[in-house]
Every structure is written in structure tokens, then in C-alpha cells.
């Protein structure tokens, strides 16, 4: 199956209760052929309204540092763990995650990227480890088949708590030294 036709599926998904408090589905964009896949947590009110990942402040911020580390947000792949938004921005239920993690692992293995960078708790916890925590293993390479995971900050996170943005933009020159290796 080719992403656009998997995009299609999953806009009409009804698999979970989040398929009624939806106004769009986020399916992910990006470099179909990216390196580099940022995955968050799931849509907030901006990305619910407009179909798009990462749009509002966070993703604002998110930007700010992918171009900080000389790419753009077209060269790299950013998707949510679920692709519906959480009513009121509440985290994801288990049951959630669980029915949506399909078509994240479908666009893993089509976008069949070297990197993967969870954003905050929840892709970390779901994607590298289930103890994971952020604010002691952030930044570290976890090689998983062919693919190097690393779980940093969520820019929401960064949002609330501007004194860890230092530790989160190392994270990111560790991003761009592996990156550049390549
Ligand atoms: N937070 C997320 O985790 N994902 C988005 O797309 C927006 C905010």
C-alpha cells in the first residue's frame, strides 16, 4: 500500500471513540523519503481544525528547532502517536493508541526512516521503552532493527518549562551530528 492510499484509510477510520469528537483526522505530512521522523503525542485544537501535525504553538516551536538544526519541515516526516485529537488535549487511553498504532507502523515501514525522534512521554514510553522517562534518558541513541530512536522534550513541554529548551536543543545537535553523518 502507497502512504496516500493509507492516508486515505485512515481519514475515514471509525476504530475508536475519538472518531466522533474529531473535526479532522492528522494523518501526518511531510518527506514520504524522509531520514527523519518526529513523532508526537496527538492532534491539539490547531491540528484538529486543520488536518495538520504540529501547527500550533508547539509546532511552532517544533519548527524553530528543526531549522535550527539546518533542515526544514519538508525534508523531514512528523505524525502523532494517535491521529485524532484527545477531547480537551487529555492523553491518549491505552485502547486508543493501541487501535491507531497501525498506521503508524504502516508509515514506518513505507517512510523507512533512520531516525526516529519521539516527542515527549507518550511515543517515548509507547515507541522505546514503557519506563520510559524524559527528563533522564532525553538524547540518548536506542538502536532498534534498523532504525535509531531517541526521545527528547514535547515543545509543549518546552512550553510550560522554558528552562529545559538548553537541554532540548543538545538533543537536537545530536539529531543534526547523526543526521549529517549519513
Ligand atoms: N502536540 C502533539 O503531540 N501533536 C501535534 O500534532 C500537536 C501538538
Known sequence: MALNELK????????????????????????????LMFIGEGPGE???????????RAGQLLEKMILAIGLTRDEVYIANMVKCRPP??????????????????????????????????????RLIDPDFRVTKQHGNWIQKGKIKFMGTFHPSALLRN???????????????????KG
Open 162 to 180: 522554558p528552562n529545559q529548551k538548553p537541554e532540548a536543543f543538545e538533543d537536537f545537535l545530536k539529531i543534526k551530528l547523526e543526521y549529517n
Open 46 to 56: 490547531t491540528e484538529d481544525q486543520t488536518g495538520r501535525p504540529f501547527v500550533g
Open 8 to 35: 486515505k484509510k485512515c481519514l475515514e477510520c471509525r476504530d475508536c471513540k475519538l472518531c466522533e469528537t474529531r473535526t479532522n483526522v492528522v494523518f501526518g505530512e511531510g518527506n514520504p523519503n524522509a531520514r
Open 88 to 125: 480537551k488535549n487529555r492523553d491518549p487511553e491505552q485502547d486508543e493508541t493501541e487501535t491507531c498504532i497501525k498506521y503508524l507502523r504502516e508509515q514506518v515501514k513505507l517512510i523507512d526512516p533512520e531516525f526516529i525522534v519521539c516527542l515527549g512521554r507518550i511515543s517515548a514510553c
